[in-house]
């Protein structure tokens, strides 16, 4: 996912977060575009990434154990497949070009 929203971060020597691509999603939305449309005015492939950056939003928020030095609480058994699942569809549309940029 990192490498679809930051290609050239890792040339740069740059480490890009799951927290940035959330917030690029979130502010620069409309460079992006999500193949299943919000409604049937939208067309075809061209959806808006609202609904994948709430995803990407889930994930950072509901995951409580990401860090190993932080001061969260472990998570329940559930929580953690939960976002496990979230995170490997999340890794597949960017990697399908589900997610992409727009042209």
Known sequence: MLPVV?????E????PTVHQART???KHGPRWRFVLAESDQVAQGE???D???????????GE????????NRPSEKAEA?????????LVQ??????????D
């Open 6 to 10: 930051f290609p050239d971060r890792k």
């Open 12 to 15: 740069k020597g740059k480490k």
């Open 24 to 26: 690029e999603l979130i």
């Open 47 to 49: 959806g808006s990434v």
């Open 51 to 61: 609904v994948v950056a709430s995803m990407l939003d889930r994930l950072l928020k």
């Open 64 to 71: 409580t154990e990401r860090h190993a030095d932080d001061d």
């Open 81 to 89: 497949e939960a976002a496990v699942h979230l995170a490997v569809l």
């Open 93 to 102: 549309w960017f990697v399908t070009s589900t997610v992409r940029p727009r």
